[in-house]
């Protein structure tokens, strides 16, 4: 409808509505064209040009305004949208969305930071990615690559040459040495020597000894994971001394509920250790922080644990036991045990191959060295040393071609390939071999024994 009141629809023009319009048409035919000379003459003619303008401009909003009362079939687009047309207006093509622009999603926020710590131990994917073949660092490039053997019963060191087999240096140290262990920040290797309450320290640029530091019955030695202590296992006096890595002054001593603790690991954030107690059956965890107990577990069967490993994921703790003649599988995180691997008589030592396959366990009593599967936790093969032996503590070298591993009761050290389980060499050397060293080791930092690296 329009302002009058008449229909839209309606044909018939309205004489009042362009009553303006034709006004407005006479008035412009009122005034002549005139050139220069005569535009003073015409203007007398003309009317009031304010009028004008004003009347100019009402008619030609009267006329927009009646367009389409005078022409029907030629509505606005604005007019189609509420009344109908005599037909369908003509199709468009619909805009073609414009492409976002190319973000970067966020990732989605990892669970394990919400979850407790044993969650974040479950993630990792393999502690020992820095201890594959040939990743030597810092310090360790520039060491000789020497084996290093504590004779705990003759108070001696043999060194041997890993590419010659043979001994190219021996030297005294302190009564009963029982551990060559390589300091956290891989500059020096440090014999424990047990009954001597001594360390006797050696560089491995050279291979030859260095200065004697007292230190309270350090039957073992470890590092914190940040560096800061070395935490030097006390086995007589059932205690943990918290020591300055470099000074070894004492920090705090930590007595343990068990009896003769003497291997540990720890967890795969550092937040924790898991320790053997070889004469009580038990296993102690300590908080490594807050330098506490954290419980105690004691074995089924009252075996004899020894040896500590962690599994390349994190998951498990692998504890050797001499009594049992396997491994039990420990979930550090709940403190309970998960399983248990039969390898044979004597299982003493764990190590991990370098391609983190296979963890080593050497059997002392049996005389030989069994493969355990990370991935299955199944006992894959057993080589046995030709005529016997009793294999016992070491580690494998740089390359992991060569599995070394001391002859506890047979005063010789074994070299034995990884590849097929075939001895390389039997070499003799001082009384009660034990805790032999092979260096330089692939990894960032040490964690102490005889080279737990990450």
């Known amino acids: ?5 008449s229909s839209s629809r309606s044909r ?3 004489a ?8 407005a048409e006479a008035d412009s035919r009122a005034v002549p064209f005139v050139d220069r000379e005569g535009q003073a003459r015409a203007s007398r003619q003309r009317r009031p040009q304010g009028r004008l303008v ?9 006329v ?16 189609t949208r509420t009344q109908s047309t005599p037909g369908p207006l003509p199709r468009r093509a619909p805009p073609r969305p414009a492409r976002p622009p190319a973000t970067k999603l966020a990732p989605r926020p990892s669970r394990a930071r919400a979850r407790p710590s044993r969650t974040r131990t479950r993630r990792a994917t393999n502690v020992y990615a820095a201890d594959a073949a040939g990743r030597l660092t810092g310090a360790a490039r520039f060491a000789r690559p020497l084996v290093y053997v504590p004779n705990s019963l003759s108070g001696t060191v043999d060194v041997i040459d890993q590419r010659t087999f043979r001994i190219v240096e021996s030297f005294p140290v302190g009564a009963l040495p029982q551990h060559v262990v390589p300091a956290y920040d891989l500059r020096t290797l440090y014999v424990t020597n047990d009954e001597g309450n001594s360390l006797t320290a050696i560089d491995p640029t050279t291979g030859r000894r260095g200065r004697t530091i007292p230190v309270s019955d350090p039957y073992n030695m470890y590092f914190t994971p940040d560096g800061r202590y070395a935490i030097v296992v006390a086995e007589r006096l059932a205690r943990l001394d918290f020591r300055d890595a470099h000074s070894f ?5 930590l007595a343990v509920p068990c009896s003769g603790v003497d291997h540990m690991d720890f ?17 102690v965890k300590v908080d490594v922080a807050r330098e506490h107990v954290l419980g105690t577990l004691t074995l089924p069967t009252g075996g004899a644990p020894q040896d500590v490993k962690l599994s390349p994921d994190g998951r498990l703790f692998y504890v050797a036991d001499m009594l049992a003649g396997g491994v039990w599988e420990i979930d550090g995180a709940r403190l309970r045990v998960a399983g248990f691997i039969r390898t044979g008589a004597g299982a003493h030592g764990l190590y991990a191959s370098r391609d983190t396959r296979y963890l080593y366990v050497s059997n002392r009593s049996a005389g030989s060295i069994s493969l355990i599967s990370f991935k299955t936790h199944r006992l894959v093969t057993s080589w046995h040393i030709p005529g016997g032996g009793s294999p016992d503590m070491g580690n494998v070298s740089a390359d992991g071609r060569v599995l070394w591993l001391s002859g506890r009761y047979d005063g ?3 070299a034995i390939s990884t590849r097929n389980g075939r001895l390389l060499a039997r070499i003799p050397v001082g009384l009660g071999p034990h805790g032999l060293c092979v260096w330089p080791q692939p990894g960032r930092y040490s964690l102490g024994h005889t080279g737990i690296l990450r």
């Open 12 to 14: 018939q023009p309205d």
């Open 16 to 23: 009042g509505v362009h009553a303006p319009f034709r006004r």
């Open 412 to 414: 010789v050290v074994y």
């Open 54 to 62: 004003t009347a100019a401009i009402v008619a030609i909003l009267l």
């Open 249 to 253: 002054r004492l920090h705090r001593s």
């Open 267 to 283: 967890s795969a954030d550092g937040s924790y250790l898991l320790a053997s107690c070889e004469f009580s059956s038990q296993l």
């Open 1 to 5: 409808m329009t302002a009058d009141g």
């Open 64 to 79: 927009f305004a009646a367009w389409p009362l005078l022409h029907p079939g030629h509505h606005t687009a604005a007019t």
